[in-house]
């Protein structure tokens, strides 16, 4: 069953306004959706009368005594009520009810709220997304996290004499989504509705792997990807769990850019086909015998508290792994669609963004130069060819003779992966690659990337002055390392610097500049409030330069400053806001002692009563993954783009990913009112004395964008993928020929869209439509696909 059908269905089977009238009865306010559990939704509640901001995870379940899944929403009732003692690393349950809507019944069981999953975690957090994986710590990733896991299994196996036989990353939670440290992450066991208590069914004086003294159990339950091999039996016992935990450990330790290549490397990792040095540390030996130990046949896997021992010991040895096998090798695995075809082949050219996708089918080395020639127009013989690689240090691979690419292609057959190969020029690149680096202008917080073409001082300061403006001539240049700065002063250092071994493995090059001919500006600064000024100074009329500079004078951090200039006009004392690089330019440039007065940002427990001047259109702004740090903003055009402009330009995040509610009561009841036109916009200033504004952000993938697509007068649905840095329709439509071998020139595209509050069907002719459906749609995107010799098509003439 395909995605977009699983949507649909679960709108059909719990309609919101049902929800929410359940959630009424009980006191629970809805907020938004959190995701879909085993047979169920999960939402996101709050209570009516409580007076601090706490929200729960409320999952709903249709509450049905005929189907075959009645035994596992009483089973997953029942585990929660086991959790009584609230084990730390198990999700909290605290009470359910039953409730008749529309003549049908439900179940809802209120949690705690846990807002990312282990998967999501990885792929976006504060920690630098899946970079996460490569944390030195103390402690790594793997380190703190899987002991916590284990934790959370002996408790359930132990304590509560049940099996959880659905353990994956999407039902391990993460308690508090926005750790700022590795140290501060909780990680919680969830999702009970394929668990099942087993104890009972164990004779005391029984081996718990001795199969004769096993009750029959249900087989093929749970994850295919991370199911125990005995799962597909009905002869198992706890540690089929401990099985699931050896897949989940591999996931915490081996670093992969992109979270869609992780199905076709579990099918590889469970098949053997991956060794000790795909994990990114290599140097745990701890670790690479956990994973071996936990990927055995039931007889020698460990259990809960035997792997705990072990656990504790990760990231303690750190000294290199000999080569070995992770899983010994056995049978491959059988899953479905799993026919071997020719790889993906993409191919970018140095220099530029948009790679080139080349239709599935067998190459040789020459007969991929001669394609890569047709797209690019490098002559075939002037060809550098190099594989990206995913690897822990992504590195650029040289292909030259042909078994290296044969042996390339065949590997990427087996494992479904696609191919990524970087073209360039020899004729031009012969002792011209260029060299990369990070710059900044010394006090200032911002990093720009930069190159160089070769080793020498005068191509380094050209480079530099290129990227920040300062003259080469008026150049002080150094390195930054962990050990200081380096000063970089001739050819020689330069090239040390690109080609030292001494530089730190994996790190980029850090260079700070500053300006010999640049005059510090000078300035005070205090705290509001305060009496004492604090002298201080900056080199450049920048507004990082001068946040930074008051930092390390009255230790605010920058992104809490609100500054203003103390001054007079026409005799009377004003304050003059400071938000831009302009306004520390004019400051400066008058010649005067400049008075900066510091301020933090609001935070809700100090709001003022009445923000006053509603002509200015002042609101609160509150981003919602930070409930307790609010931002006092105004616009002067009350209209929606003026207000996602002015959000954009205080937080960064994008206008068209901007979704904003309006935090108010009715009834003397606490509601969030989405913001989504102009005349909200001017009623919601209008008629409120004090404007909270919530901002939510709708999270844009970093690499691809997923669609669906159908043939015109069909039903069927198949899942495609388009570039983001590839937004047009020229690229739709190779990726729809791609998926069902529609030729892109008798191509006719259309999508369905509601405009004026009517569905209407929009014929995709041009880029820009192409960029407004994947950039503005909150909902899945279907796009229907004629041919031009279609009968349909007599509805576009």
Known sequence: MNEQHNVNEEKEKFPLEEIKQGLKSKGFQYVMPVGNGSDGRVVQAKKFDEKEKIEYAIKILLDTMNDEKAKYRKRELYALKANKDSHQNIVKYYEYWNTSLNKRQFLFIQMELCRLNLEAFVYKNEMGNAEIIKAQGPPRFYQHAFPQLLKGLYFIHETMGWVHRDLHPSNILIANPNPQRISDIVVKIADFGRAREIRSIFDASASLTDASKLEKLSTEVGNKLFRAPELNTQDYDYKVDLYSAGIVLYFLSCYL???????????????????????????????????????QEKEKRPTAEEALKTANKLGETKEPVESQILVESKKPVEYTNTGSRAPQVFVKKDGETAAYRFPRKEYTLSSLKAEVEKCTGVKAESQLLRQSTTMPEAKL????????????????????????????????????????????????????????????LSSLQAGIESCIGVKAKSQLISQQTSIGLTAINSDSDVQSLFTSPSNEKGQPICVIVSDSNRKEKKFRVKKEGELDWNRC??????????????????????????????????????????????????????????????????????????????????????????????????????????????????????????????????NKRPCRIAITCDDYVKKMFKAAEKVDIILSQNQLPQSELMFFIKKAGEAALERCLIKTDALNLSSLKEAIESCIEVKTDSQVLCYKTVLSGEIQEINIKSDQLVQCMFLESTEPIVVTVSQKNDASLDMYQ
């Open 257 to 295: 850019e992109d979270k869609e290549q992780w199905k076709n490397e579990i099918k590889a990792f469970r098949n053997g086909e991956r060794r000790s040095e795909d994990l990114f540390h290599q140097d745990d030996k701890h670790l690479v015998s956990l994973i071996q130990s936990l990927l």
């Open 397 to 456: 691979v040289n292909i030259i003779p042909d078994e290296i690419f044969q042996n390339i292609f065949d590997s990427a057959s087996i494992g479904g992966k696609p191919i990524h190969i970087n073209v360039s020029d020899s004729t031009y690149t012969v002792n011209r690659e260029e060299k990369r680096f990070r710059v900044k202008k010394e006090g200032e917080l911002v990093w720009k990337r930069c190159s160089t073409k070769d080793y020498t």
């Open 537 to 666: 100074s900056t080199k450049y009329d920048t507004l990082s330069s001068l946040q930074a500079e008051i930092q390390n004078c009255i230790n605010i951090k920058p992104e809490l400053q609100v500054l203003k200039q103390q001054t007079t006009i026409y005799g009377k004392d004003r304050e003059i806001g400071i938000t831009s690089d302009g306004d520390v330019k004019s400051i400066f440039e008058a010649g005067d002692l400049v008075d900066i007065i510091v301020s933090k940002k609001l935070s809700p427990n100090k709001l003022p009563a009445n923000l006053g001047n509603r002509e200015a259109n002042n609101f609160l702004l509150t981003k919602i993954d930070n409930l307790w740090d609010s931002e006092l903003c105004s616009i002067e055009d009350d209209t929606l783009s003026s207000l996602k402009a002015k959000i954009e330009s205080c937080t960064g995040v994008k206008a068209h990913l901007q979704i904003l509610y309006q935090e108010t009561t009715i």
